[in-house]
């Protein structure tokens, strides 16, 4: 049995419910909920990695966030769509443009979320490429954030940009990238507006995660002996109320500020996990 396995199903319901806050709260930073999952489960009572399985039905309830958060959106952009796909309504419509714009960024991440599942709830999450991922990408954020013209919005949008942002979202299957991270720093070397980057980001999630979770969702069911529905159902609830708020606060924040804190937070973070997993405190 795998060790997240077994972690999910002795986890204890208020350990669940920390988890669950702690993926609301990183899920819309570009700081890798994935990652401080992983991290802060080595650190509780029935320490343990809490498993991609979890980590993936929690991410519904900050999905659930962002439709809540960007509801009147996501019916405009429904809406159009949908009338312009049967022609009563002119495909060149802004919002008619985001929904195809959401669904062919959509594709990386899905292809390569079905092509390496095995390596995803494995191998990649080793602590090791954990830490590594937090550092570099980290860097990587921080150079967008000051070599960025930050100057185009989502009316500049185009197919291909979509598609750059798409393979930026599949980075963050890797634990320690981050999907608003990756797909965020992708937009800012593309020159977009750091609200305008946030907003796409949040957006183009939302097919990949309720997929990815109600999928992890079904398929725990038939894995009783490893899955304990009312922990992560609890967990879920936190996450999608502390994500409401947080999707409130990053957006108002990127009106005046930069991403430089949560770059300094991501090498502190990444540098302290290596020093951990070297000195022996934390096995990968």
């Known amino acids: 049995m795998k060790k997240w396995a077994v972690s999910v199903m002795f986890m204890g319901f208020f350990e669940a419910l920390f988890l669950g806050f702690v993926q609301g709260l990183t899920e819309f930073i570009p700081v890798s909920s994935s990652a401080h999952l992983r991290i802060i489960g080595e650190f509780l009572p ?7 399985t979890f980590t993936a039905i929690t991410q519904l309830g900050t999905e659930a966030a962002v439709v809540v958060y960007f509801w009147r959106d996501l019916v405009r952009i ?3 769509w949908s009338l312009a796909l049967v022609g009563k309504m002119p495909r060149n419509d802004p919002d008619a443009r985001m929904g195809w714009l959401i669904i062919v960024g959509s594709i990386p991440i899905i292809v390569l979320g079905l092509v ?11 602590l090791w490429i954990v830490a590594t991922m937090l550092i570099v990408f980290g860097i990587l954020l921080g150079v967008s954030d000051v070599v960025g013209k930050k ?12 598609i750059v942002f798409g393979f930026a979202q599949a980075l963050s299957l890797i634990p320690g ?3 608003s991270g990756g ?6 070397f593309m020159g977009f507006s750091r609200t305008a ?8 999630a939302l097919p990949a995660v309720f997929g990815s979770g109600l999928y992890q969702l079904a398929k725990s069911f038939k894995e009783p002996q490893v899955f304990n529905g009312f922990e992560t159902f609890g967990a879920t609830v936190v996450a999608f109320i502390v994500g409401v708020g947080v999707i409130a606060f990053l957006m108002n924040w990127l009106g005046k500020h930069s991403f430089w804190p949560f770059v300094v937070y991501r090498l ?3 540098g302290t996990l290596l020093a951990l997993l070297a000195t022996g405190v934390l096995q990968g």
């Open 268 to 270: 502190l973070l990444g």
């Open 116 to 126: 390496f599942q095995d390596e995803i709830e494995t191998t990649l999450r080793s």
């Open 183 to 188: 797909t965020i720093t992708a937009g800012l």
């Open 78 to 80: 429904v809406k159009h």
């Open 151 to 162: 100057t185009k919005s989502l009316q500049q949008l185009t197919v291909g940009r979509g």
């Open 46 to 52: 029935h320490g343990g990695d809490p498993g991609a």
């Open 177 to 179: 990238v981050s999907r």
């Open 197 to 204: 980057a946030a907003r796409y980001s949040f957006l183009l």
